[in-house]
């Protein structure tokens, strides 16, 4: 398959660049040191539906927008109440484990070489501050971030895919929509982005009908 020509290069966040789950499992080792793995993993897969269903809530107009941060909260609140810990600090610095993400092995270098040739835009559902402080943890580099928070929704939802449009300044095709999620990249590709599936062990992996202009 012939590359297709791109101006800029637009890379999701969470998931993509950082291992959300690792940081999330160091979160809630710490809040109950007890717990073992399987454990840990109800309480993870606890947060990652209550997160991933108020998403989509605030998508399908369900729910009014709140950002990131909320939902975060709202889910440690769920998952200590589960782990039965009461504890406000505790709650609290569960919710800030989302923002302590380390980057996957080839994150630095990659984006590294990819700003060298192209703008790179970092597009997350995160809230502004979640992406500054996971920028200032990972050492991701990027020449602009922008969060869904600035559309008011979150992604799938084509607004949020417009914001990188509107800054790049170059038609929705002249973008590569870079994600290790497959709904990701088919809201991206509905809103007319290029679109490139990078395999992660976290990741959406796509379906058979799925058509990516690239895989790596």
Do not use: C
């Amino acid at each position: 398959m012939a590359q297709p020509e791109i101006d800029a290069v637009v890379v999701d966040v969470l998931g993509t660049l950082v291992d959300e789950p690792a940081g999330l499992r160091a979160g809630l080792r710490e809040l109950a040191p007890s717990l073992d793995g399987p454990g840990i993993e109800e309480l993870l897969a606890l947060w990652q539906q209550h997160i991933a269903r108020e998403q989509r809530g605030v998508v399908d107009g369900v729910r009014p927008y709140v950002p990131s941060d909320v939902l975060d909260l709202e889910a440690a609140r769920l998952v200590a109440d589960a782990a039965g810990v009461g504890d406000p600090a505790a709650v609290a610095a569960l919710a800030r484990s989302g923002r302590r993400l380390p980057p996957w092995s080839d994150t630095v270098a990659g984006l590294a070489r990819l700003a060298e040739r192209f703008p790179v835009i970092g597009l997350s559902n995160a809230s502004r501050t979640a992406l500054l402080e996971l920028n200032a943890h990972a050492g991701l580099r990027w020449h602009q971030a922008l969060s869904a928070e600035d559309a008011r929704t979150y992604k799938p939802d084509p607004a949020v895919y417009r914001l990188a449009v509107t800054v790049s300044g170059r038609p929705p095709e002249r973008l590569l929509m870079v994600a290790a999620h497959a709904w990701d990249l088919r809201g991206a590709r509905a809103a007319g982005l290029r679109t490139a599936y990078v395999a992660r062990p976290v990741g959406d992996p796509p379906a058979p009908s799925d058509r990516f202009d690239l895989h790596a």
